[in-house]
């Protein structure tokens, strides 16, 4: 299954990127969708999450500013607002999914990267 993120960007301060996180081709329902930031030097932190359910739930750095919603069974996209230069990273999606044995899959993207700078 191969996962691919879109659309970061440069962007200034105070403007707004949508990425995107997909599974093309794939029937595959993932029942979790996360986006991690990392940057050098540190590690890859979680932002935001969104289940098959619909339920989010997010890290209180992004909370009022990040919004993750899904379209579909494979496809999730994080609205990000007020954006300032301590965003800067490149985003990476992870997809999780379920087999009827209980046992979870994870599948990375390759990242995208979101830059915030005047």
């Known amino acids: 299954v191969q996962i691919v993120e879109s659309g970061g960007g440069l962007v200034q301060p105070g403007g707004s990127l949508r990425p995107s996180c997909a599974a093309p081709?794939?029937?595959?329902?993932?029942?979790?969708m996360g986006w991690y930031p990392h940057t050098p030097g540190k590690e890859r932190e979680l932002v935001g999450t969104i289940t098959s359910a619909g339920y989010t739930d997010y890290a209180d750095s992004v909370k009022s500013r990040f919004t993750i919603s899904r379209d579909n069974a494979n496809t999730a996209y994080l609205q990000m607002n007020s954006l300032t230069p301590e965003d800067t990273a490149v985003y990476y999606c992870?997809?999780?999914?379920?087999?009827?044995?209980?046992?979870?899959?994870?599948?990375w993207g390759q990242g995208t990267q979101v830059t915030v700078s005047s």
């Open positions: 992870k997809a999780r999914r379920r087999n009827t044995l209980g046992i979870s899959y994870d599948y």
């Open positions: 081709g794939s029937i595959i329902s993932f029942y979790f």
